[in-house]
């Protein structure tokens, strides 16, 4: 009894976390649900623009105008309650972890969450206006350019996460160092391999078109390099680890 005391006391919290997680998405949606239909205006912006004054978005199922937006409040509601979902996950890991683990896992915590948003708003501003207007350009004549608003949302909630994932990348190259699968020095050396990746990575992740997978691929190559600084600065003895494998 004793033994399965502690598993019990585990699960119990796990549950409190989780029913904590799911009360803050829950408050966040309540908050954006009375705005959802005027947030997806501003959402259908970026193609909106770059439409013919003939044009306009659609919808081509009964109940689209309604669970469109709510949708997006829904998805909108989960992407503004990440940093307290993520603070509710290291919660719950940090006492089984050692002291220079949590200095570690707390900073890639919040980075992974600046970074998140950072690919987001990088794909609404940079990448939206470019893809939509290319789109809209290469239209063959006499075809009328009326998007549904349901398959509209789920290209750019796609979009959004994997500019928001691929855009991890530091905390990934980081955590690979830390966990001694490699070094900045050995990462260094794959630089060209590193390279093709990103574009297979943006083939895979985006649309198929060349304009999002160079914006992709161009900002994930850029943020790898950041990750081989910050493995520098935050796995503590890194460089005598180089030193004594001959890699500097």
């Known amino acids: 009894m004793t033994e399965q005391t502690p598993l019990i006391d585990h699960l119990t919290e796990l549950r409190n ?3 904590r997680m799911v009360a803050a998405v829950l408050l966040a949606f309540i908050a954006i ?25 659609i919808a081509t199922q009964v109940a689209s105008p309604f669970l469109t937006p709510f949708k ?26 050692y002291q220079r683990e ?19 708003g990088f794909a609404w501003l940079v990448v939206f ?21 349901h398959h509209y949302l789920n290209f750019v909630l796609s979009l959004f996460i994997a500019f928001g994932l ?6 990934a190259t980081v955590l690979i160092v830390r966990a001694g699968m490699t070094t900045p020095a050995a990462l260094k050396k794959k630089r060209p391999y590193v ?11 985006t649309p198929p078109d060349v304009i999002s997978q160079t914006l ?5 190559y850029a943020l790898f390099e950041l990750g081989l600084v910050m493995a520098y600065w935050l796995v503590p003895g890194i460089r005598e680890v180089e030193a004594q494998r001959g890699e500097r």
């Open 129 to 149: 206006p470019l893809v939509f207007g290319f789109f809209v350009a290469v239209a063959p004549e006499g075809v009328a350019v009326m998007t549904d608003i």
């Open 33 to 57: 649900a009375p705005f959802a239909r005027h947030l997806f205006t501003m959402l259908a912006e970026p193609l909106a623009r770059h439409l013919p004054a003939e044009s306009s978005l």
């Open 195 to 205: 390279l093709v990746g990103v574009f297979v990575i943006g083939m895979l992740l």
């Open 216 to 220: 992709l691929a161009l900002p994930v």
């Open 17 to 19: 976390r989780l029913l």
């Open 102 to 120: 949590k200095r570690l896992v707390f900073p890639l915590m919040v980075a992974s969450s600046l970074l998140f948003y950072l690919g987001a």
């Open 72 to 97: 997006m409040a829904l998805v909108a509601a989960i992407f503004l309650a990440i940093p307290y979902l993520l603070y509710q996950v290291w919660a719950f890991i940090a006492p089984g972890l």
């Open 166 to 171: 691929a855009f991890q990348v530091p905390v």
